[in-house]
T-cell receptor
């Protein structure tokens, strides 16, 4: 299994500011994803982070609001831009290697926007 | 379209078996997953099953898949208080690796 870390683990941010969340994996992985879990809700996929190219966003999520970088096969960042209280959620990255269908999740970043 | 449904709550007595159910609508589901989320924690992959399998067993966990009825279940034998958590089922469709999650089932284990 992959060991995934996320930074920060939690943050409290003011409305209108931006926060960049980092996801680091201990091995090279093919697929990296970003999910959002709103309070008391299930997980919703934000985007697939593609190495060396632009991320692929799901319906309802746009690059201007959630820019994503993936400079290599072990690291990705998600930025939550121009935050509002509705962005208060847990943001999780997940990874999957090319030869396996096991998908692992990071510990999550708990974001509160005031 | 993609839709994964679970009942929201389940309570069992310690030592009993728990059965958590999940239904999905897309017949193209390739893999189906069970995750566990404890309070304040991330998601722990418990097990997953390929869509051409009927059953998978791993220690106290048994996964049953009825592809005809699009029904997936997770049975936990000898349920312990440490099993109290939210359990999510999820599916991947075709060759895509993205997961669609159910709403989660809150399992409460009573002493």
């Amino acid at each position: 299994s992959a060991v995934i870390s996320q930074k920060p683990s939690r943050d409290i941010c003011q409305r209108g500011t931006s926060l960049t969340i980092q996801c680091q994996v201990d091995s090279q992985v093919t697929m990296m994803f970003w999910y959002r879990q709103q309070p008391g809700q299930s997980l919703t996929l934000i985007a697939t982070a593609n190495q060396g190219s632009e991320a692929t966003y799901e319906s309802g999520f746009v690059i201007d609001k959630f820019p994503i970088s993936r400079p290599n096969l072990t690291f990705s960042t998600l930025t939550v831009s121009n935050m509002s209280p509705e962005d208060s959620s847990i943001y999780l990255c997940s990874v999957q290697s090319g030869t396996s269908y096991e998908q692992y999740f990071g510990p999550g970043t708990r974001l509160t926007v005031t | 379209g993609e839709d994964v449904e679970q009942s929201l709550f389940l309570s069992v007595r310690e030592g009993d078996s728990s059965v958590i159910n999940c239904t999905y609508t897309d017949s193209s589901s390739t893999y189906l997953y069970w995750y566990k989320q404890e309070p304040g924690a991330g998601l722990q992959l418990l097990t997953y099953i390929f869509s051409n399998m009927d059953m998978k067993q791993d220690q106290r966990l048994t996964v049953l898949l009825n592809k005809k009825d699009k029904h997936l279940s997770l049975r936990i034998a000898d349920t312990q208080t440490g099993d109290s958590a939210i359990y999510f089922c999820a599916e991947s469709i075709g060759s895509a690796r993205q997961l669609t999650f159910g709403s989660g089932t809150q399992l409460t284990v009573l002493p």
